[in-house]
């Protein structure tokens, strides 16, 4: 007969197996969400586009918000929409919110300054979408194209979703990782993400 340590010890290890079993198999199944959204692009008319923030650089956008910027830019031509909103705040040390920057350069682009909404606040894609959700009321739109990153997709139509905003997926091809490392570091970062906001609300 086994004594009651070895016996606390036992269920002790039961226990802690089977919660790695658990937390293996919802890591997994929410990864492969996450890498089925990206690979969805749910274009169609609606009545702006949302192009999430991304870094800049000394006032320049940096090559994920300008792949991000030349996506909205080329659903716009194609009709999906007729207005663009740009977002982002202002990062630590910079002098320029991304928003800024993305107004800037879709006006170089030649498109109607009157046409692109600047949403300057957000920190994060939580901050940003409540921003844009309160700029949306205030300019009568109601449904979204997201452009944004492949593997941030899931993520963020999932917040769009709960923040009571009419939303549909643009992923931006030209973020997609490369190589498989990549495409796995960043699968992985965005299931970490995407349970923290559904799970503990973070």
């Not at 910079?94 to 046409?115: G, H, K, N, W």
Request: hydrophobic residues 45%; aromatic residues 6%; neutral net charge.
């Amino acid at each position: 007969m086994q004594s009651p340590a070895k016996q606390w010890l036992r269920r002790s290890l039961r226990g802690l197996f089977a919660s790695i079993c658990l937390a293996s198999v919802l890591f997994i199944s929410t990864g492969y969400i996450v890498a089925r959204q990206a690979d969805r692009a749910e274009l169609r008319p609606v009545d702006a586009l949302l192009v999430l923030g991304a870094a800049q650089w000394d006032g320049e956008p940096s090559p994920v918000l300008e792949a991000r910027l030349t996506e909205a830019i080329r659903l716009y031509r194609l009709g999906y929409a007729r207005r663009i909103i740009v977002s982002g705040g202002t990062g630590l040390n910079d002098t320029r919110s991304e928003a800024s920057v993305a107004y800037d350069f879709l006006i170089e682009q030649s498109i109607d300054p009157t046409l692109i909404i600047s949403v300057a606040q957000g920190s994060d894609t939580r901050t940003t979408l409540l921003a844009v959700r309160d700029e949306m009321q205030r300019q009568q739109i109601d449904s979204l194209l997201i452009v944004t990153d492949p593997p941030h997709l899931l993520r963020a139509l999932k917040m769009a979703h709960d923040y009571g905003i009419t939303s549909f997926g643009a992923p931006v091809k030209a973020n997609t990782p490369t190589t498989n490392w990549a495409s796995i570091k960043a699968t992985s970062r965005e299931t970490l993400a995407y349970l923290a906001y559904v799970l503990l609300d973070q």
